[in-house]
């Protein structure tokens, strides 16, 4: 089961629910927690720009808002859609708080400068524990890789912290959801980054993200935006 990545999703992979459940993460405690001590490093307001960051900064900063978007997105619809029970139910509760948790931050520290938030179509994976599970290890692997992969783009220092501050809980999350898949949660010594482009084919090759969600089905629709 360690072959997981975004090319390889399986509607149809087996389920193996054996972590013992966490906690629920609220905005507000998550923010003055974690990211809250990474934006006072930024030395930054809400929707403020600090004249430190560059272009680049601001760019890679937006990337990583994208892919909160996509993570969020993901773990609320499966909420909604009220298949998952037990463990996974409870774990993607708390990992779907984060991940609006990282949104929000994201949005306090780009302000207008953000991005807007696509529309997604997951393509009835949030319907089914399997598959849900399954996703979620691909989704947090990746964002783990992303994250990594734009380590050394980062010019300011305080960028660069504010960023390691969501990559260390990003891993605790592909952990997590690999523990409650069975599979490995460290598979190996080192971590490869991946590249912005690489991210990118690997997204776009899911069709998830979409400019217009199908709502063909009678029941509630399986997407979110």
């Given at each position: 089961?360690?072959?997981?990545?975004?090319?390889?999703l399986?509607v149809?992979?087996?389920?193996?629910?054996?972590a013992?459940?966490?906690?629920?993460?609220?905005?507000?405690?998550?923010?003055?927690?974690?990211?809250?001590?990474?934006?006072?490093l930024?030395?930054?307001?809400?929707?403020?720009?600090?004249?430190?960051?560059?272009a680049?900064?601001?760019d890679?900063?937006?990337?990583?808002?994208?892919?909160?978007?996509?993570?969020?997105?993901?773990y609320?619809?499966?909420?909604?859609?009220?298949?998952?029970?037990?463990?996974?139910?409870?774990?993607?509760?708390t990992?779907?708080?984060?991940?609006?948790?990282?949104?929000a931050?994201?949005?306090?520290?780009?302000?207008k400068k953000?991005?807007k938030?696509?529309?997604?179509?997951?393509?009835?994976v949030t319907?089914?524990?399997?598959?849900?599970?399954k996703?979620?290890?691909?989704?947090?692997?990746?964002?783990?890789a992303?994250?990594?992969g734009?380590?050394?783009?980062?010019?300011?220092?305080?960028?660069?912290?504010?960023?390691?501050?969501?990559?260390?809980?990003e891993a605790?999350?592909?952990?997590w959801?690999?523990?409650?898949?069975?599979?490995?949660?460290a598979?190996?010594a080192?971590?490869?980054?991946?590249?912005?482009?690489?991210?990118?084919?690997?997204v776009?090759?899911t069709?998830?993200?979409t400019?217009?969600?199908?709502?063909k089905?009678?029941?509630?629709?399986?997407?979110?935006?």
């Amino acid at each position: 089961m360690d072959d997981l990545s975004m090319h390889r999703l399986d509607v149809d992979g087996a389920l193996a629910e054996a972590a013992e459940p966490l906690g629920g993460v609220s905005r507000a405690g998550f923010l003055g927690a974690s990211f809250g001590a990474s934006l006072a490093l930024l030395g930054l307001g809400a929707g403020q720009a600090d004249a430190r960051q560059g272009a680049s900064d601001l760019d890679i900063l937006n990337y990583a808002l994208t892919l909160e978007y996509l993570q969020a997105a993901f773990y609320t619809e499966s909420e909604r859609m009220g298949a998952l029970q037990g463990r996974t139910e409870r774990a993607a509760q708390t990992v779907g708080a984060v991940e609006r948790a990282h949104v929000a931050a994201f949005h306090d520290l780009l302000g207008k400068k953000a991005v807007k938030r696509p529309s997604f179509d997951f393509q009835g994976v949030t319907e089914k524990p399997q598959a849900f599970l399954k996703t979620a290890v691909a989704f947090e692997d990746l964002a783990v890789a992303a994250y990594k992969g734009q380590a050394t783009n980062i010019k300011a220092e305080s960028a660069l912290a504010a960023a390691v501050a969501i990559h260390s809980v990003e891993a605790r999350h592909a952990a997590w959801m690999r523990y409650l898949f069975g599979a490995n949660p460290a598979r190996s010594a080192f971590d490869q980054p991946a590249s912005k482009a690489q991210v990118t084919k690997i997204v776009s090759s899911t069709n998830f993200v979409t400019g217009t969600p199908s709502t063909k089905r009678k029941r509630a629709p399986r997407f979110t935006g």
